[in-house]
């Protein structure tokens, strides 16, 4: 074998390290990337909920601003109210299922509301 074989082998090996080695770093950076973008969503997500939920004073307020319900559930003296998002737009977009839930008495006004992420 040359002087000129050898060295070209050595170059090759070289390169296919460096290759390899950037194709590992560029996969780890889109996913640490990715991860922290889902935090941040999720954050801002929160952030959003926490804001709309304390100024909700009636159902009508809370279908005005997120559409219509999943799902009501008439109880005695109260109704639960669920929104689902997905598929509701309304929310901003995080990590799993965002559920959304409002008690409300006989007239409407809203007693308590909460939100939970399943599957996150």
Not at 87 to 105: K, R, Y
Request: charged content about 20%; aromatic content about 8%.
């Amino acid at each position: 074998m040359t002087r000129q074989a050898r060295g070209a082998r050595q170059t090759d090996a070289v390169f296919e390290v460096l290759a390899l080695s950037l194709s590992v770093s560029a996969l780890l950076l889109v996913l640490v990337g990715r991860s922290v973008w889902q935090a941040h969503c999720d954050r801002r997500r929160a952030r959003w909920l926490k804001a709309h939920l304390a100024s909700l004073d009636t159902v009508n307020s809370a279908i005005s601003e997120f559409g219509p319900p999943w799902e009501v559930i008439n109880g005695t003296g109260q109704s639960l109210y669920l929104w689902k998002s997905p598929p509701a737009e309304a929310f901003p977009q995080g990590t799993g299922l965002l559920i959304v839930n409002l008690v409300t008495d006989q007239a409407g006004h809203v007693k308590r509301a909460s939100w939970e992420t399943r599957g996150a």
